[in-house]
């Protein structure tokens, strides 16, 4: 329900032209990762890397674009951060096991793409090793396998693919058929409280764009 959340967030801001309204957007995301007790360090990132893009849209719109160029250069500077502070509420504080869990049981994705995205993410920690052992593999060699070598990527994809055939080997051994009636060992029911959540920041947000009169 967070993420329907944030995708009706997303959509609505992106045909407004307030900048209060980004700004608040952003305070109160800031206010929502540390009471999860997200770093300073991943906030300042968080500041830091839209920064250029930030700029470039600021300085782009108010230089060549077209009415009232102050203002939508701030709209377009301040809804960079809004989505990024918003998206942030989600990608830090969401667990991906739940999260596949719920879009399965609650929102009939299918099973068999929810499981790929699970061995995908799962996987990552593992391509990073495999990464690393390419490299020393090929310093071995005489081999200087930089962060932009095709080799370098060539290789990890083709343990990827290899790894990819494992594992559907295995789901399909342990009985995994798709489309089949399953059981799951983890419900992940949608409550009450969490659709009252999403109605109330729907209206929260309704009241922010259409009534109160911001500057």
Request: glycine share 6%.
């Amino acid at each position: 329900m967070k993420l329907l959340l944030l995708l009706i967030i997303a959509l609505e801001i992106s045909f407004t032209t307030i900048v209060s309204l980004n700004v608040a957007l952003v305070i109160l995301a800031i206010i929502y990762l540390l009471a999860h007790r997200t770093r300073l360090r991943t906030l300042g990132w968080l500041v830091l890397l839209p920064l250029l893009p930030a700029i470039g849209l600021w300085s782009t719109q108010y230089i060549n674009g077209s009415g009232d160029r102050t203002l939508m250069a701030w709209v377009l500077f301040t809804r960079i951060y809004a989505f990024v502070f918003t998206g942030a509420t989600f990608t830090l504080t969401t667990d991906v096991l739940q999260l596949t869990d719920s879009l399965e049981q609650n929102w009939h994705m299918p099973a068999k793409f929810a499981y790929g995205v699970l061995a995908a993410y799962n996987l990552i920690p593992r391509i990073r090793h495999e990464v690393q052992v390419i490299r020393a593999a090929g310093l071995m060699r005489g081999q200087v396998l930089s962060f932009w070598s095709p080799q370098l990527y060539f290789k990890a994809i083709l343990i990827s693919i290899n790894w990819s055939q494992n594992l559907a080997q295995a789901m399909r051994s342990h009985g995994f058929v798709e489309d089949a009636p399953r059981t799951h060992y983890r419900q992940i029911p949608l409550t009450k409280v969490d659709w009252g959540i999403v109605i109330t920041g729907v209206i929260l947000l309704q009241i922010g764009v259409f009534v109160i009169p911001w500057t």
